[in-house]
């Protein structure tokens, strides 16, 4: 629908209604080596009183070393590990929710997530379901949330997801893995600090790496793309492309990719992911792969459609010295290939910004059976 508008100026101007979407972003971010240590001072402003504590959901690579220590625990503060083995899930977030309402008398002062994408996304969910009643998958899909989430904190130990910096939290439910898009989903502080990325294993540190060069390489060839999304694309991409393809100093490499990351999210925030996400969701429904890796499975066989990112892909991972397993659809039945290619075609959004409109006339079933067979 079409409506005239007088904005006030000189001439007026014809707007298409609802045609600009009104996105928010993280109001506070600190970046730098180090920077955890501010914590406790970004804080202290938030604390209501001494009985409504901070609870710190940390991923439990970090039981049990000297990390756990620098974390600032005042009062009654909590801290919960949570392995990041499997991807969050909707019993997870509501098993939280319940433990906290019966271990404390109110709502917490805010809660923090320290860990990569699982443990961010663990982190907002665990927000919003404090303050909104019922089940997290009550509010998995578009704009379902009403009320404002309890004040929550993003802090990354792994770059690339974009997690940090997005309006989304990707939760598997009891009927499917979808996100809670919202505007109460969004971080209201990040701590960017790219020491904590120090121990992250060779293979992560490229998979979970790889989600934002593909992040890039699916916005900047979309059909969605606009102004906005293409400056952060771009950005990200010559990020990506000095960490995997340069030669930088670990530090560097460390401070680029974080960056990268948080770029690569708000280019997807203003566009939209594409073929290598809406496949790798299928697998990861199916055979419970995780995102970095199964981006990484996916990714190199779209010759057809990202040409150029796959080339770049071919040659960071010969860089890298990275393997890829290979084969794991080898033995499904076509039951299974079937399940597959329904969870992806269901993700109509991302095969339309991938190749328009008439997207189903190239993304076919027997196109998707070949593309899954070779994985
Ligand atoms: P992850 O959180 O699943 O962690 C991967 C592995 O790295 C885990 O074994 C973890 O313990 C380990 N790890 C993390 N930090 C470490 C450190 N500093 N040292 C040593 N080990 C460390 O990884 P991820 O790839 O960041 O996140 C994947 C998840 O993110 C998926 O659940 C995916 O759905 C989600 N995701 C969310 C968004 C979003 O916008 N909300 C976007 C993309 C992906
Ligand atoms: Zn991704």
Redesign the pocket.
């Known amino acids: 629908m079409e409506i005239k508008k007088d904005v006030g100026l000189k001439h007026s101007r014809t707007i298409e209604a609802n045609r600009y979407r009104n996105f928010p972003m993280v109001p506070r971010v600190i970046f730098g080596r180090g920077s955890f240590d501010q914590l406790g001072e970004i804080l202290m402003p938030k604390r209501r009183h001494s009985e409504a504590p901070f609870i710190f959901l940390v ?4 039981e049990g070393t000297s990390f756990i220590d620098r974390i600032p625990l005042i009062f009654n503060d909590q801290v919960v590990f949570v ?3 499997e ?2 899930k909707t019993v997870q977030v509501d098993a939280l929710v319940g433990r906290i309402k019966t271990e404390f008398n109110e709502l917490p002062s805010g809660i923090v997530g320290i ?7 663990l982190a ?1 969910a665990v927000a919003i379901c404090l303050t909104n009643k019922g089940s997290s998958c009550d509010y998995q899909g578009w704009d379902l949330v009403i009320k404002p989430s309890v004040y929550h904190v993003g802090i ?8 940090e ?6 939760l598997l439910g009891p009927e499917k ?1 979808l ?1 809670i898009n919202s505007d109460h ?1 969004t971080f209201d502080q990040v701590v960017l600090d790219p020491d ?6 060779k293979e ?1 540190w490229f ?2 790496g790889m ?1 934002c060069f593909i ?1 890039c390489i699916e916005s900047l060839n979309g059909t969605y793309l606009n102004a906005f999304s293409q400056s952060y694309g771009e950005k990200a991409l010559e990020l990506c492309k000095e960490v995997y393809l340069g030669e930088l100093s670990p530090s560097d490499s460390r401070e680029k990719l974080m960056m990268a990351s948080w770029h690569g ?1 708000m280019s ?1 925030a203003y566009s939209q992911v594409g073929v290598a996400h809406a496949l790798s969701y299928g697998l ?1 429904y199916l055979l419970g792969v ?3 890796i199964g981006n990484c499975m996916v990714f190199r066989h779209l010759e057809e459609f990202y040409p150029e990112g796959v080339a770049l892909f071919n040659q960071m991972i010969q860089k890298q010295k990275v393997h890829l397993p290979t084969g794991i659809c080898s033995e499904l039945a076509d039951c299974d290939y079937e399940t597959m290619i329904s969870i992806s075609l269901g993700m109509e959004p991302l095969w339309e910004n991938a190749l328009g409109k008439d997207w189903r006339k190239i993304a076919t079933r027997e196109k998707l059976r070949s593309i899954y067979g070779k994985i």
């Open positions: 991923d439990d690579v970090f392995s990041a083995e991807e969050p860990g990569g994408g699982t443990l961010l996304d907002k990354p130990t792994i770059s690339g997801t974009g997690a910096v997005s309006r989304t939290t990707v893995k996100g989903t904590l990325t120090m121990g992250v294993s992560q998979y979970t989600d992040h999210g997807i990861s995780k995102h970095g």
